[in-house]
């Protein structure tokens, strides 16, 4: 996450505090300054961490957090709601035109991936039964209309172009027609950027924001350019008066200072984020969630968005019947392990987990796990289809395995590594079983987490 390294700092920061029975105003003012080193390593503009530090002074010293029983827990707390505050308070949604089709206009310095972004949207948009158009402006960067419609095709949406030779104003206002006549309510603009802002850019920007009408003018920013993201947003706004900000590669190495500064320069909302290279990998963007996610205390609803969107539930149910009634077999263990890889990588997943610290996660080896999960994988597929219906054969068979072992680059060792997990997660599913009859005849009414 682009927020790792701040992550890591204000969390050691805020873990001193956590231990004191009793705060002083000299022991606020030593977390703050760790506070504001903190910010200012992960590339925060000087004016907004200056802000931010005496804001949250001036409430960590009242005779609320000093006089509290867990003054630790109250500084946190206060942390947690002025970052809240700093990028946007809440979910900023997105506006839609009551007349005619919606036109989003995505603008952005070159190489800051608005036309990826222009596709992750449109699919994005698709999914909450919308019908997008792409239309290619950009008609200055070779092969961008081409990427563009590479992306449409990968994603089965349509573009709309007229080649480099006609104007991009015109270009967008022939694109809105098109979407009227074919019925698509949503226009994605994709425009041109510059290695740098300049004039005519900005002219054209301007004429095709007359034109086209936009419900929302879209700045896609670099996460990775850090400070100079603040100062290109701060031109774009000024110009063109945006309405909103989209973030790519949050998910990279990055410090992510760009994400806590643009939306209090600009004042505009951070509407969405690019979380990955995959189509699919975009998130809308949640401030308080993001806040929580940066001082460890997890992301839940995210994760389980996530779950609900990546998991077949109807699935998800016959399987958890199959293991309640223990007649899960080595395919039902296959399709748990696919319906799992639909949520992500693990480091992703773990990263919304409560109380995990990005740097306690150096440690573990995320990848083997996944590594791990694949060989096992391998492993169940080598077998025929009679051994995954009747996990009994493979554990009794030694000639079994060894084939198993041959068919799957694997070791006799590694088999019985997977037949013994597979018998001890039926063994955890009778007890459990045994556990809810129990519950039932009413043996457990009494204790209190039953109720």
């Known amino acids: 996450m682009a927020f790792d390294g701040l992550a890591s700092r204000l969390q050691d920061a805020l873990k001193k505090l956590k231990g004191k029975g009793k705060l002083t105003e000299k022991d606020i003012k030593e977390a703050m300054r760790e506070v504001k080193l903190a910010l200012l390593e992960a590339d925060v503009n ?24 867990t003054p630790g827990q109250q500084v946190i707390k206060i942390v947690n709601e002025e970052l809240t505050n700093l990028m946007g308070i ?14 989003f206009m995505l603008v952005g310095l070159q190489g800051a991936g608005k036309t990826t972004m222009a596709g992750k949207l449109a699919l994005h948009l698709r999914k909450k039964n919308k019908k997008p158009l ?24 349509p573009v709309f172009s007229l080649g480099d030779k006609v104007k991009a104003v015109d270009i967008a206002k022939a694109g809105i027609q098109h979407a009227k006549d074919n019925g698509n309510n949503i226009v994605i603009i994709d425009t041109a950027g510059r290695l740098h802002i300049d004039e005519e850019l900005m002219q054209e920007l301007k004429d095709v924001k007359d034109v086209a009408k936009p419900s929302e003018i879209l700045l896609v920013v670099d996460s990775m350019t850090g400070q100079d993201a603040v100062n290109v947003a701060e031109t774009f706004n000024n110009s063109l008066d945006i309405t909103g900000v989209i973030l790519t590669k949050l998910d990279g190495d990055t410090r ?4 806590l500064s643009i939306r209090h320069i600009t004042q505009k909302p951070i509407k969405f984020a690019g979380v990955g290279e995959k189509m699919s990998d975009i998130e809308v963007f949640h401030p308080d969630r993001m806040a929580s996610r940066i001082l460890g205390m997890g992301d839940v609803l995210s994760l389980i968005e996530k779950a609900q969107q990546a998991i077949d539930e109807e699935e998800a149910l016959k399987l958890s019947e199959k293991m309640m009634n223990q007649e899960f077999n080595y395919d039902d263990y296959l399709n748990a392990m696919e319906q799992m890889k639909k949520l ?18 150096e440690g573990l080896d995320l990848a083997s796990g996944e590594k791990q999960m694949a060989k096992m994988k391998a492993i169940i597929q080598s077998m025929t289809a009679k051994e995954r219906k ?39 599913m009778k007890q459990m079983k045994s556990f809810q009859k129990n519950a039932k005849k009413g043996l457990f009414k009494k204790l209190p987490f039953m109720k």
């Open 90 to 103: 809440s979910e900023s949604k997105l506006n839609y035109s009551d007349n005619g089709p919606t036109v």
């Open 390 to 428: 009747n996990p009994s054969l493979v554990s009794g068979s030694s000639s079994r395995k060894r084939r198993i072992a041959k068919g799957s680059g694997s070791t006799i060792q590694e088999i019985n590594k997977l037949v013994k997990g597979y018998e001890m997660m039926k063994k955890q």
């Open 344 to 361: 992500g990588p693990i480091s992703k997943l773990i990263e919304m987990i409560p109380g995990v610290n990005a740097k306690e996660l």
């Open 134 to 157: 792409l239309v290619a402006c950009d008609i200055y960067r070779p092969a961008a209309i081409k990427q563009l419609e590479v992306v449409g095709k990968q994603i089965d949406i």
């Open 256 to 259: 992510g200072g760009a994400a």
């Open 46 to 69: 000087y004016k907004v961490v200056k802000q931010f530090v005496a804001s949250v002074s001036g409430k960590c010293v009242g005779e609320e957090v000093l006089g509290s029983l």
